[in-house]
């Protein structure tokens, strides 16, 4: 629909006013809430990951443009309460002890939150206990660390050795060097899993998330 295609074009171009009114005028419309969501949103940040990856956008870009998606999810989410919509699954956030970076951490979590998921953002400067407790009460099925400076990336060894107190749960960690991933006492083999990626790797399709 022309509308759906307006409000895709118009987060890419990170006009936040504008996806906000045209989320607005969907709804107006009658169009149901995932479908603005699924056919507008994603669709645009789709393109906008497409661009990032061929070099044509750079991470200012992308944050304008994740600001301006999250304007429209604003929007969106008290709809998706009243239809009764439950999230595909809940999803934990933060940056590790030490660490005040938070650019990657927010656009995944904007990600996933487009892609249905429940997402727990703790903040930066997060200490393993606080991680592990926040595991204990809200059961996540992914626990999601970030960091950007090497001498904090090893903050989540220290989380993940705390895994077997709560009953283990999947983590995924950004970003890893190769030197990192040998200090966190992983095989070389297992160390693909925590391969180096943008969150703008993570697409919609059929209420999962892809890394």
Request: proline letters at 4%.
């Amino acid at each position: 629909m022309e509308i759906l295609a307006s409000l895709a074009e118009s987060l890419v171009r990170g006009q936040a006013d504008e996806v906000s009114h045209l989320t607005k005028e969907g709804i107006q419309k009658n169009l149901q809430p995932l479908e603005i969501l699924n056919g507008g949103l994603i669709a645009g940040m789709e393109v906008v990951g497409q661009k990032f990856r061929d070099g044509e956008l750079y991470v200012p870009d992308v944050l304008v443009s994740a600001r301006a998606m999250r304007a429209g999810m604003d929007i969106l989410k008290p709809l998706f309460a009243q239809a009764n919509i439950q999230p595909v699954g809940r999803v934990i956030l933060g940056t590790v002890r030490g660490d005040l970076h938070d650019i990657g951490k927010n656009l995944v979590g904007i990600m996933m939150e487009g892609a249905g998921f429940e997402v727990i953002d703790l903040g930066t400067d997060v200490a393993p206990e606080k991680f592990v407790a926040a595991v204990r009460e809200h059961r996540p099925k992914v626990l999601g660390m970030s960091a950007l400076l090497t001498v904090t990336m090893v903050g989540m060894k220290a989380v993940l050795d705390e895994r077997s107190h709560v009953g283990g749960w999947p983590a995924l960690g950004g970003r890893l060097s190769g030197t990192v991933r040998a200090h966190l006492g992983r095989t070389r083999r297992r160390s693909r899993r925590f391969r180096r990626h943008s969150p703008l790797r993570i697409t919609h399709n059929a209420g999962r998330v892809h890394l």
